[in-house]
């Protein structure tokens, strides 16, 4: 070849040596175990959060018996669950926050893989749409830029919980669930974190480090927590029992 061929072939090599090294450089960005400072909040995020899920909201209504809707956010929601436990496993494993025992990472497992009619399954689905919604009123994120996989976790794996949560309850829900059984399976599940918090000095649950309330005593915080659980569960456990119908017909209207 001559000269100016050489010349090309040279740039062209260098253009993509350029590209592989952004491209390696993001991945390390994205999986690097080094810590920072979480991302800024403005008002305009939680406009956004929240403008989010009502679009969420409304196209789950529209397409939640759409079967391709349905295995796309369960695959969404399978790699989210994938990439966070990878890095755990590879960079940064730690019994006190890599345990699947927060609530909505329970939520997680319940939609990936409980039978839809296992007995706890409809308990921690709606957990995992209360705790969605909270996640963006009260945003926690892990000590990494916006563009770490932590974030991304939290919140793609947030908005896809919501959407799957929402998709089963429009699906599965029936009548109300005894309040006997809901207070009962919250006790059981609290006393069950707070053990795993003993051992592992974590704060599953946020009953070891509750926000809002920190400064209370433990047993105060436990059944603050477990009352406020139980509250919010039911409220849900009402809402789809009393207008599960008129959510459904909503749904199958021509908007």
Not at 82 to 98: D, R, V
Not at 107 to 115: E, N, Q, T
Not at 208 to 231: C, D, E, H, K, Y
């Amino acid at each position: 070849p001559n000269s100016s061929q050489g010349f090309q072939f040279h740039e062209f090599g260098k253009g993509n040596g350029r590209i592989g090294e952004t491209r390696m450089s993001w991945l390390a960005s994205f999986f690097s175990n080094q810590e920072t400072r979480p991302p800024g909040l403005s008002p305009l995020t939680f406009l956004f959060f929240f403008a989010v899920l009502f679009t969420l909201t409304y196209a789950t209504l529209r397409w939640y018996q759409n079967k391709a809707y349905q295995d796309f956010f369960k695959g969404l929601q399978l790699l989210q669950i994938i990439l966070l436990y990878g890095w755990y496993i590879t960079m940064a494993f730690s019994l006190k926050e890599s345990l699947p025992f927060y609530h909505c990472r329970m939520s997680v497992m319940a939609v990936l893989f409980l039978p839809d009619k296992h007995p706890w399954k409809r308990y921690f689905i709606m957990i995992g749409l209360i705790g969605s919604i909270l996640s963006f009123a009260y945003p926690l994120f892990d000590h990494y830029p916006i563009g770490h996989v932590t974030i991304f976790s939290y919140v793609v794996g947030h908005f896809t919980l919501f959407v799957n949560c929402l998709i089963y309850l429009l699906r599965f829900h029936g009548e109300r669930m005894e309040m006997v059984d809901l207070v009962t399976k919250t006790v059981l599940l609290h006393f069950f974190l707070l053990a795993v918090n003993t051992v592992t000095g974590g704060n599953y649950g946020f009953l070891r480090v509750t926000p809002l309330i920190g400064n209370l005593s433990a047993p105060i915080r436990f059944i603050l927590v477990t009352l406020v659980m139980v509250f919010l569960l039911s409220s849900v456990d009402w809402l789809f029992a009393t207008k599960i119908e008129a959510l459904r017909d909503y749904a199958s209207q021509e908007l």
